[in-house]
């Protein structure tokens, strides 16, 4: 049998069979301090698909690099079949100053696929799409909500890419929401390379959730698994379908004032239902927020200050029939049943 060829990356050859963590190239700051995008390649011994999982587009959605830390440390990595790119800091100008843009206040996932000789954002969003996403065969890109605000387990696909709703069914995060692809997005950019795209969006921005880490963890395994890439053993298995939802709106804050919320992320609720009161600081006005269809929250504010107009609850509609609410109980149970981390693996 003909030896596999090495996988090169940023001008380093990485041998069958090994892993290494290659430095690219982003910037000098003004102190003279380089700026390197890291990615992690773990090299198959045996032919297989290139998957690329990339986190810390934002800045500060640290949930996701979290996910890659988890990922990158499973010994099944050692049997894999083809090549993994792992990139958990996209950002790290952002990363480092806990800030979901970069120092010229743009925002990354509305610069790719950027240029060489453009802007920082510009710069960075070239090197991803040229060194890593015009690599690989598949991609999964990991985020939160953005800073006071929280997003239950989900993936988004675009509308008609039937073979990445498949792969999001896989991967079995309690909801899949139709999301189109935006200007300038890392899956809008890949998309045009041909190179499909998984978004998972889980947790908060600034913060650790552990529920949200492992079911990243668990539904990239699944996605890894089915591509052939890993063996079964020990990939969790998914005993409930996850719930497709079509359309989702946001619901706005009516005035400004202290938001008292009822319900949560992951509430299945009916029409009419209230879902939050927003009271003025002297308690002698209050303007309740009530579902205008059956639904279920996929996401919502979490800072109890809120503006009119603020958006506060991110509501997916759902078919009476789709008994949602059987479907993530379910699926809560499953995750509580699955072995629980060790403290240091959580920190």
């Not at 949930?63 to 792992?86: D, N």
């Amino acid at each position: 049998m003909t030896p596999r060829a090495g996988f090169v990356l940023g001008g380093e050859t990485i041998a069958p069979g090994t892993r290494r963590t290659v430095d690219l190239p982003v910037s000098v700051l003004s102190d003279h301090t380089p700026v390197t995008m890291s990615a992690h390649v773990v090299h198959g011994r045996r032919p297989g698909p290139v998957v690329f999982v990339s986190a810390g587009v934002h800045g500060d959605e640290v949930i996701g690099v979290e996910i890659v830390r988890r990922l990158l440390g499973l010994p099944v990595l050692a049997t894999l079949r083809g090549t993994l790119i792992a990139v958990p800091i996209v950002n790290a100008f952002g990363f480092l100053n806990l800030s979901r843009y970069l120092p010229d206040r743009r925002d990354l996932n509305r610069c790719f696929p950027g240029s060489a000789e453009g802007s920082m954002a510009a710069r960075l969003a070239h090197l991803l799409i040229e060194e890593v996403v015009s690599r690989a065969d598949l991609g999964i890109d990991l985020h939160s909500a953005a800073v006071h605000r929280t997003n239950l387990p989900q993936v988004r696909v675009a509308p008609g890419e039937d073979a990445l709703m498949r792969l999001a069914e896989i991967f079995a995060a309690p909801v899949i929401l139709r999301s189109e692809l935006r200007e300038g997005s890392l899956r809008q950019a890949a998309a045009a390379r041909g190179v499909g795209m998984l978004l998972y969006e889980a947790g908060e921005g600034l913060r650790f959730d552990e529920t949200a880490v492992r079911a990243g963890v668990s539904g990239i395994l699944r996605v890894l698994h089915d591509r052939g890439m890993i063996p079964a053993r020990g990939v969790p298995r998914a005993r409930r379908a996850s719930l497709v939802c079509r359309a989702s709106r946001w619901l706005r804050a009516p005035q400004g004032g202290l938001l008292r919320t009822f319900r949560s992320e992951g509430d299945v609720v009916a029409p009419g239902e209230l879902l939050a009161i927003v009271s003025d600081p002297f308690g002698e006005v209050d303007a309740p927020i009530t579902a205008p269809e059956a639904g279920i929250v996929v996401g919502r504010a979490v800072l109890p200050v809120v503006n009119e107009g603020n958006a506060v609850f991110h509501l997916a509609g759902i078919a009476s029939s789709d008994h949602a609410e059987d479907r993530i109980d379910a699926w809560n149970a499953e995750l509580e049943a699955e072995k629980l981390f060790d403290e240091d693996e959580i920190l």
